[in-house]
């Protein structure tokens, strides 16, 4: 029983393990029953228990007793555990391994009889009659003893565990070794290819003192065994494979005038038959992909081989073209896959088993890679065939990687995917039609076989035309006295770059006027979009006027058709007020004013605002230049500031100022 020592705080005492003052009591209990109780000292970790029986349970409880008395809780451990059985040696199995001439090696094997709970523990030990003593380790169940012929040996195994050897548990066994056996009869082997040649020396049958020889004979090891007849020294033996190591072995079996143990004189001898170049023709299957062929076979039995020296395969493959390439392998192989291949192309392909002496038979077989995309097609050519049409052209791709089913021929308005058209042709040329004058085309060609290759692609610029249809004139909804703002889209088919735009601008009751648009005085947009919207500030028009415009685009190569017309008036302008304006006469009722037309009118039409004491008069009608005009149904007798606007629509912002006063009642009007 072992444990850990209490330590020094725990005890609760002041003295120490070497008084005599501290001790351990180990108590064995089985089932309620005090077995034994000894007390120890407080020095020690561990007890020996004896007397037990075995398979039994028992508990063992051990306490810390100091001089203050018995520990509780601390101080105190208990466990529990059941004993072993009680197993025996039965014997010892003796089994001869090996003889020769004078020496013999026994291997001997301890039988024990326990229950599963006794862990293995033999020891073995031997004497034999020159008083040499031999030892096992602890746990050995067998050992093996080299002893002399004919020598009297004594074997003991006995049970050992923890370095403690149980005699009582133990065997032994006594024997004598056999005498010498009959002399090596000598064996040699002279290998060809597929036979061997083996010899041997003249047998003495009688050799073996005092054994009696039963027969010789010759055994390949693991494959037959021969009986050649006493009175031969030689046999020859058919049917070998080349390149394979045999062992043979020559026996003189006898038997020993006591025990049943037959010994025999014996004579090994190991060859290898010559080697010769593999003669089996490599099967192998082919699984093409697109730039690779995979090989697969039926690794050779080893006999096939016919040397056991540098045994490889060689895989070997020729394009169309005559080149030539090879890979060794080694002979556990049994595939091979060819990379770097062009798709679609045919290869001559082999495998072979070759070895130190030479290679084998090859077979070879044709197999196609894979289609794969093609390459570009060629460099494309256009031809403008005329204003609205052209020709693209082009060769078959340098690789085309297999069958070439057609091309796909892509026209795309620059700048506008939308516009995209797609042709398929099995031809190496497409016409376009309806093709834009002065515009940039992205043309692409790929070519089909089981995919489509990558692009050849080209921008294409068409010639220059004269513009087909009109620009688009918008109605005019900004205007001012003396300036109006066009707006317009460009026409759908221009056939070249707009080099400037013509107004056509006409006033009613006028003769047209023509006016070139310079270029940098709109805002031009972009050149490949279609329908962008411009616009163009006309000046200098005659206010409260109504005019019509046109418009048309030019290119290098002529004038569009006109557009529609649009219709549109200038406004009136803000007049300035009148002129001295003055009273010219009274009367006791009435005032008579008098002023001149404005400087600037900015209308067709014209009048004014008269206003007096918060009344307010419009004067309307034909006015000339001078103005007259009496207020009437006035106050006698009173002042009156009189204001004077002009209107065309508008009111002047300034207004002309004067006051008068009425006359005194009486014969007046």
Known sequence: VEWNSLQDSLWNDDSN??????????????????????????????????????????????VAISQYGVGQRAGKSKT????????????????????SRTDFVYNFSAVVDGSSDWPTATFFYYYSTDGNRSFSNENATAITIDIGGRKQCYVRASLVFRGNVFDDYSAGITFVTDSRIPRDPGLQAFPAARSVKLTWTTLDFNDGDPTVVTA??????????????????????????????????????????????????????????????????????????????????????????????????TVKWQNSSGSNSSSDLPH?????????????????????????????????????????????????????????????????????????????????????????????????????????????????????????????????????????????????????????????????????????????????????????????????????????????ALTALDFDSSYTARISVATSAGDSPRSNSVTFYTLAGMPTEPLNLTVINSTSRSLTLHWLRPLEVKANKWGYTVQYNAKKFQVEGELGDDVVYILKGLVPCQTYSITVKTINGLTSDKSAETSGSTDLAGGGV
């Open 332 to 536: 556990s192989a049994t595939s091979y896959t060819i990379k770097g291949l062009k798709p679609y192309m045919e290869y001559n392909v082999s495998v072979l088993a070759k070895n130190d002496i030479g290679d084998g038979p090859a077979e070879y077989r044709v197999h196609r890679t894979l289609e794969a995309a093609p390459s570009k097609v060629r460099p494309l050519n256009v031809a403008q065939l005329n204003l609205t049409s052209i020709h693209v052209s082009w060769g078959p791709p340098k690789h085309p990687n297999g069958l070439i089913r057609g091309y796909r021929v892509r026209l795309i308005l620059l700048g506008d995917p939308s516009s995209e058209r797609i042709r398929n042709t099995t031809e190496t040329s497409e016409i376009f039609l309806d093709i834009k004058g002065n515009t940039d085309y992205s043309l692409s060609v790929d070519a089909l076989t089981v995919a489509y290759g990558p692009s050849r692609s080209k921008v294409y610029t068409t010639a220059v035309g004269v513009p087909t249809s009109a620009p688009m004139l918008t109605p005019v909804d900004t205007t001012d006295v003396t300036s109006a703002t066009l707006k317009w889209s460009d026409p759908q088919e221009t056939r070249g770059d707009i080099t400037g735009y013509s107004v056509y601008l006409t006033k009613s009751g006028e003769s047209e006027v023509h006016v070139n648009v310079n270029m940098s005085a709109l805002d031009r947009g972009c050149r490949y979009c279609s329908g962008k919207k411009h616009s163009y």
């Open 80 to 99: 529990t555990f059941t004993t072993r059985s009680s197993p025996q040696v039965q014997g010892i199995i003796r089994d001869l391994l090996r003889t």
């Open 17 to 62: 393990t070497n008084d005599g003052q501290r001790l351990y009591r180990v108590s064995v209990e089985e089932g309620a029953v005090v077995v034994s109780a000894e007390n120890v000292s407080g020095r020690v970790q561990s007890h020996r228990l004896t007397g037990l029986t075995p398979r039994t349970s028992y508990t063992v409880t051990v």
């Open 216 to 313: 010789f004979s010759i055994s390949f090891v693991g494959i037959r065994s021969l009986f050649p007849p006493k009175n031969t020294t030689f046999l020859e033996v058919d049917g070998l494979t080349p390149g394979t190591t045999y062992s043979v072995k020559a026996s003189l079996v006898s038997k020993p005038p006591r025990g049943n143990d037959e010994s025999c004189a014996c004579s090994t001898v190991i060859f290898t038959t010559k080697s010769l170049a593999p003669e089996t023709k490599v099967q192998f299957q082919v699984i093409p992909q697109v730039v690779a062929l995979v090989l697969s076979w039926t690794a050779l039995d080893t006999a096939e081989w016919n040397s056991p020296m540098n045994r490889a395969y």
